[in-house]
């Protein structure tokens, strides 16, 4: 998922879509049984949940409609390359509660070690499917970040496919948020009175991974998603790449021939050489059990 660039805000946390702050529907069905854990497929001593578009999006409404709150990550190429090589923001995200497989290239890595993934679940694509659950049951959803004004227009669109759906307020950071913390605390304030169910937080890696260690305590019983430049790709302020592409794993050339500059180091210098690694690594380790971080579970919640 990449970055995105915030140059304006409005006060933290306006209401949208016909919702006001703390006007949402209750979510949590009285009775409602915590979903079983997740397996997951390792890579790269990694833990990635082995589940389909469908499995994740039932996991996260009915652990939502029991209370339960998590984080979910959508590791592309690159962020699991950082997972990989960068020990802090492995630390950081260690409280990640699922991790979906944002990325052909991890899928390929899976059926190499003989340890397969069932299918690519994009944070991309997933917003379109969670959101027509949260409709269904009731769930509130808070859009947080993106560019100026996508996250408003997200909401718009998602409302209309998504009829009756209680988004509980949208609210795009300014550029440099993080170091504001009289901004922060007031987000939190907002998000408090908000109350919503799912949070998407799109503001690219590592700042939406920050900012969710940050919030999730706050929001115990929410689900925090951070989905990258996804608002911009619902408001169709950027156009993903064709179907076939996506499916042979190409999206990332389609990004690249869009903003050359700006990606080329990630996709070239860094990531061409550690998706060969992966394979690589992958292909070695075929039917070998990868060890997972002494520290993290081998199922995640």
Same mark, same amino acid.
């Given at each position: 998922?990449?970055?995105?660039?915030?140059?304006?805000?409005?006060?933290?946390?306006?209401?949208?879509?016909?919702?006001?702050?703390?006007?949402?529907?209750?979510?949590?069905?009285?009775?409602?049984?915590?979903?079983?854990?997740?397996?997951?497929?390792?890579?790269?001593?990694?833990?990635?949940?082995?589940?389909?578009?469908?499995?994740?999006?039932?996991?996260?409404?009915?652990?939502?409609?029991?209370?339960?709150?998590?984080?979910?990550? =959508?590791?592309? &190429?690159?962020?699991?390359?950082?997972?990989?090589?960068? @020990?802090?923001?492995?630390?950081?995200?260690?409280?990640?509660?699922?991790? &979906?497989?944002?990325?052909?290239?991890?899928?390929?890595?899976?059926?190499?070690?003989?340890?397969?993934?069932?299918?690519?679940?994009?944070?991309?694509?997933?917003?379109?499917?969670?959101?027509?659950?949260?409709? =269904?049951?009731?769930?509130?959803?808070?859009?947080?970040?993106?560019?100026?004004?996508?996250?408003?227009?997200?909401?718009?669109?998602?409302? #209309?496919?998504? @009829?009756?759906? @209680?988004?509980?307020?949208?609210?795009?950071?300014?550029?440099?948020?993080?170091?504001?913390?009289?901004? &922060?605390?007031?987000?939190?304030?907002?998000? &408090?009175?908000?109350?919503?169910?799912?949070?998407?937080?799109?503001?690219?890696?590592?700042?939406?991974?920050?900012?969710?260690?940050?919030?999730?305590?706050?929001?115990?019983?929410?689900?925090?998603?951070?989905?990258g430049v996804t608002f911009s790709f619902?408001?169709?302020?950027?156009?993903?790449?064709?179907?076939?592409?996506q499916r042979l794993g190409l999206e990332?050339?389609?990004?690249?021939?869009?903003?050359?500059?700006?990606?080329?180091?990630r996709y070239l210098i860094d990531g061409?050489?550690?998706?060969?690694?992966?394979?690589?690594?992958?292909?070695?380790?075929?039917?070998?059990?990868?060890?997972?971080?002494?520290? #993290?579970?081998?199922?995640?919640?």
């Amino acid at each position: 998922m990449t970055e995105t660039a915030h140059t304006q805000h409005s006060p933290p946390a306006q209401p949208a879509a016909g919702a006001t702050p703390g006007e949402v529907q209750p979510r949590a069905a009285h009775g409602t049984p915590t979903p079983p854990a997740l397996p997951v497929v390792s890579l790269m001593g990694v833990p990635l949940s082995r589940v389909t578009m469908a499995q994740a999006v039932d996991h996260i409404a009915r652990a939502a409609r029991a209370g339960q709150g998590g984080w979910v990550m =959508t590791p592309n &190429l690159d962020i699991l390359r950082r997972l990989v090589k960068d @020990p802090s923001f492995a630390s950081l995200t260690r409280a990640a509660d699922v991790r &979906l497989a944002d990325g052909m290239p991890l899928i390929w890595a899976s059926r190499l070690r003989g340890d397969p993934l069932p299918e690519r679940v994009a944070g991309s694509d997933l917003i379109w499917h969670l959101t027509a659950r949260a409709a =269904t049951d009731g769930l509130p959803v808070f859009l947080l970040g993106g560019n100026p004004g996508a996250g408003d227009a997200a909401a718009r669109v998602l409302a #209309e496919r998504s @009829p009756g759906l @209680p988004v509980c307020g949208v609210e795009c950071p300014p550029f440099g948020f993080e170091s504001d913390q009289a901004y &922060l605390a007031g987000l939190e304030r907002a998000l &408090l009175a908000a109350n919503p169910s799912i949070v998407y937080v799109a503001l690219g890696s590592p700042k939406q991974e920050h900012l969710i260690a940050r919030l999730r305590p706050l929001l115990p019983r929410a689900w925090f998603l951070g989905i990258g430049v996804t608002f911009s790709f619902v408001a169709g302020e950027i156009a993903r790449a064709p179907r076939w592409m996506q499916r042979l794993g190409l999206e990332w050339v389609h990004r690249l021939a869009r903003e050359p500059r700006r990606l080329a180091k990630r996709y070239l210098i860094d990531g061409v050489p550690f998706g060969v690694r992966l394979l690589v690594n992958a292909a070695m380790t075929r039917g070998q059990a990868e060890g997972q971080q002494p520290s #993290e579970p081998p199922r995640e919640r």
